[in-house]
T-cell receptor
Framework: DAGITQSPRHKVTETGTPVTLRCHQTENHRYMYWYRQDPGHGLRLIHYSYGVKDTDKGEVSDGYSVSRSKTEDFLLTLESATSSQTSVYFC???????????????FGEGSRLTVL | KNEVEQSPQNLTAQEGEFITINCSYSVGISALHWLQQHPGGGIVSLFMLSSGKKKHGRLIATINIQEKHSSLHITASHPRDSAVYICAVKGAQKLVFGQGTRLTINP
């Protein structure tokens, strides 16, 4: 499972409050991703990172920010949560092709966020 | 039009049947992934392929780069195969996901 853990796994919060989701990996993979999954939309990319302090926006980045100050942690922050951000959030890593790795994807178990 | 289209969206079959799920894409890709998601569960990578065919147990994945099409086959299907199967293609930097195929195998 590439040692990916997400926290918290479940959170209920109120509109306007800040929320931070954490993705932690134990294998020093370079590429990390945050997705949201909603009915009828499949997985949509919010932000991704290709190294420490190197991040870029995905297709649904409005209202979200990320930080990656060390290889193992990729944080997703909702500065002021809205009800439209109620979703299940998945973190993923992609193994590179060096060292015999295959470029496979590994996902965290998901964080279910409800914004009331 | 979505860059990645899966068909069918929903599939119900009886235990033991041969299952095929299709994925068509419209962009140039370097790799294609098949993922499995059980109800309420996490997402597991089944295959990553860039050409030809791969087999793992009862699962077989094929890809035709010229036709921009991939198929996932399940032989001797079982109720535990019931899940959502997701196709994802990797372009220059990012992955693009299909909306998934919900498979239900009845005993």
């Amino acid at each position: 499972d590439a040692g990916i853990t997400q926290s918290p796994r479940h959170k209920v919060t109120e509109t306007g409050t800040p929320v931070t989701l954490r993705c932690h990996q134990t294998e020093n993979h370079r590429y990390m991703y945050w997705y949201r999954q909603d009915p009828g939309h499949g997985l949509r990319l919010i932000h991704y990172s290709y190294g420490v302090k190197d991040t870029d926006k995905g297709e649904v980045s409005d209202g979200y920010s990320v930080s990656r100050s060390k290889t193992e942690d990729f944080l997703l922050t909702l500065e002021s949560a809205t009800s439209s951000q109620t979703s299940v959030y998945f973190c993923a890593i992609r193994r590179g092709l060096a060292g015999g790795h295959t470029g496979e994807l590994f996902f965290g178990e998901g964080s279910r966020l409800t914004v009331l | 039009k979505n860059e990645v289209e899966q068909s069918p969206q929903n599939l119900t079959a009886q235990e033991g049947e041969f299952i095929t799920i299709n994925c068509s894409y419209s962009v140039g890709i370097s790799a294609l992934h098949w993922l499995q998601q059980h109800p309420g569960g996490g997402i597991v990578s089944l295959f990553m392929l860039s050409s030809g065919k791969k087999k793992h147990g009862r699962l077989i994945a094929t890809i035709n780069i010229q036709e921009k099409h991939s198929s996932l086959h399940i032989t001797a299907s079982h109720p535990r195969d019931s899940a959502v199967y997701i196709c994802a293609v990797k372009g220059a930097q990012k992955l693009v996901f299909g909306q998934g195929t919900r498979l239900t195998i009845n005993p």
